[in-house]
Each structure stands twice: as structure tokens, then as C-alpha cells.
Nanobody, 123 residues
């Protein structure tokens, strides 16, 4: 059974930083594109960032561009989301997701999901 486990969430003040990690049990992790999504209370799940299977390309939502950085470590089957200059609007449960090869900004295109990790940014 494939597992994706997020970690690194927590409570931080506005302007602060957090780095989320998503460790997977995918045997062929290096062939998977990975995405980060988030869901705030009462809102739809939204795209945050994704990375190509080979790590050569990343793409970010406008709301996080320039503040968040996504990268991967294939040796650890793990992806990371470094979040800087956090804002209260970034408060949400953050999920990682996996799909083969080509990433997508659509949540429906992903085959595997983690359970999420809470990020709370206080003002």
C-alpha cells in the first residue's frame, strides 16, 4: 500500500518560515511528479506547487510565487515545501500528492495523497 506522510506543520507568526516534508513509500518515486495542495476551513482544496518527475521544473500558484520553494530528494523518496514570509492567509491543511511523470494543477489528476499537515500562521 502506497503511503505519503507529511510532516513539518505547526504554528508560526506572520513573516516566519516552515519547511514541510512529504515522505513516500513509492518504489519508483523518481518517476512521479509531486504536488502540494492546501485546504483552508470552508474553502476548496487549492493548488500550491508541483514539481516534475526529474526535478527540473517547478510551478507555483500566484499566491505563493516567490515565497515558497518546492524541491525533491529522490534518494529519500521525499519532497519538500520551503515556505518563507508566511501570511495568515497561508493557514490551511497542506497535502502532498503523487502522479506519474507529468504534474498537474488539478487535484483530480493525482493518484496518491497524504493525510495532511496543519499550518497555522498567526498575525
Amino acid at each position: 500500500q502506497v503511503q505519503l506522510v507529511e510532516s513539518g506543520g505547526g504554528l508560526v507568526q506572520a513573516g516566519g518560515s516552515l519547511t514541510l516534508a512529504c515522505t513516500t513509500s513509492l518504489r519508483t518515486f523518481s518517476t512521479y511528479a509531486m504536488g502540494w495542495f492546501r485546504q483552508a476551513p470552508g474553502k476548496e482544496r487549492e493548488f500550491v506547487a508541483h514539481i516534475m518527475w526529474n526535478g527540473r521544473s517547478t510551478y507555483y500558484a500566484d499566491s505563493v510565487e516567490g515565497r515558497f520553494t518546492m524541491y525533491r530528494d529522490d534518494a529519500r523518496s521525499t519532497v519538500y515545501l520551503q515556505m518563507n514570509m508566511l501570511e495568515p492567509e497561508d493557514t490551511a491543511v497542506y497535502y502532498c500528492a503523487a502522479r506519474t511523470v507529468v504534474p498537474s494543477i488539478q487535484a483530480t489528476g493525482y493518484s496518491y495523497w497524504g493525510q495532511g499537515t496543519q499550518v497555522t500562521v498567526s498575525s
